[in-house]
């Protein structure tokens, strides 16, 4: 069984920065794609950043200069930190593994963006 624990979430004023950590745990194949959603109220999940396990990237055009992705291979961690952020940044943010296999997400951490 595998599991995704997301930390580092908070109440942060625009401008500042965050870094968020997700922890996997488990089986885990050598092979998997990491990323970052994020879900704002009212509005659907969306792809923030991914990684593959090569150290290939990939930014949503919004948070592309902002927000950089960066996976720890032997701590099956990955990273997001998110700096000059935005309100509209505010969302809860999930975690998710993919593998050749299957997908898991974690339960979310809340990012809330406000002065």
């Known amino acids: 069984q595998v599991q995704l624990v997301e930390s580092g979430g908070g109440l942060v004023q625009p401008g500042g920065s965050l870094r968020l950590s997700c922890a996997a745990s488990g089986r885990i194949l050598s092979s998997r794609r990491m990323g970052w959603y994020r879900q704002a109220s009212g509005k659907e999940r969306e792809l923030v950043a991914d990684i593959i396990s090569s150290g290939s990237t990939n930014y949503a055009d919004s948070v592309k200069g902002r927000f950089t992705i960066s996976m720890d291979n032997a701590k099956n961690t990955v990273y997001l930190q998110m700096n000059s952020l935005k309100p509209e940044d505010t969302a809860v943010y999930y975690c998710?593994?993919?593998?050749?296999?299957?997908?898991?997400w974690g339960r979310g951490t809340q990012v809330t963006v406000a002065s």
């Open positions: 998710k593994l993919t593998t050749p296999l299957n997908y898991y």
